[in-house]
């Protein structure tokens, strides 16, 4: 396929289940490569991506959801070879911190989606807080992320625009809270960052003001 098309610029192997690093080998020739989908290649491992990272520098997009052989180590290596890299779906990987450190080194990344990462938890997103491009990010489903941890996120992250972290918060109370302006115009616009030490205050803050928690 590569050889017959020395222009290729995206590829989606979705579910292509038998696809492995045999394959993302044969990928990594096609140098011009700048999206990249493999959600559920369950042969892909960090060997497989990290071809592709070395042959396709200029990866803009990829997403490898589901891709459970790939780790920490691969995520790493990915940063290092591909800096044009602006959005990454990690879904459903059994992946660190580590990778969150790695991606803030990525200057031009502004999504990044990470649902059901049970292994990253606040102190990562504080990692990903060095970067300064973030306009969205998906943390649903991951079970140790809170609303602490994101308000660090957005203190940082000048950018950010759109969050999804359905399944994951909880209201810690005496900490920082992820508000959103539910009178603002155009809804859901504003987004603020509050302490509640008691369920009252935080209930009287709705009522007064409009604004509402990412998540009770």
């Known amino acids: 396929m590569v050889a017959a098309c020395p222009r290729l610029e995206a590829v989606d192997l979705s579910h292509r289940v ?30 497989g991506l990290a071809k592709v990272a070395v042959g396709c520098p200029g990866l803009e997009k990829l997403s490898v959801k589901w891709c459970r052989e790939i780790s920490d180590i691969g995520i790493e290596l990915l940063a290092k070879k591909c800096p044009e890299l602006r959005s990454v779906d990690i879904s459903y990987l059994k992946v660190s911190n580590e990778s969150l450190r790695s991606l803030s080194t990525l200057e031009k990344l ?18 990903l807080s060095a970067g300064n491009s973030l306009k969205s990010i998906d943390v649903s489903r991951c079970p140790h992320v809170t609303s602490e941890g994101l308000a660090s996120l957005i203190v940082s992250q000048r ?42 205050e935080l209930w009287s803050h709705m009522e007064t003001k409009g604004d509402i928690p990412v998540k009770i």
């Open 110 to 127: 502004v999504d990044i989606t990470m649902v059901c990462c049970l292994l990253v938890d606040d102190h990562g997103l504080l990692m």
């Open 159 to 200: 950018f950010i625009q759109k969050i999804n972290a359905g399944h994951s918060l909880h209201v810690p109370w005496g900490k920082n809270v992820i508000l959103v302006g539910g009178k603002s115009d155009p809804p859901y616009d504003k987004i603020s960052v509050w302490t509640f030490n008691t369920e009252t």
């Open 18 to 47: 038998a696809a492995g690093d045999r394959e993302m080998a044969a990928l990594a020739a096609a140098a011009g490569l700048r999206e990249l989908v493999m959600d559920k290649c369950l042969g892909v491992t960090d060997v």
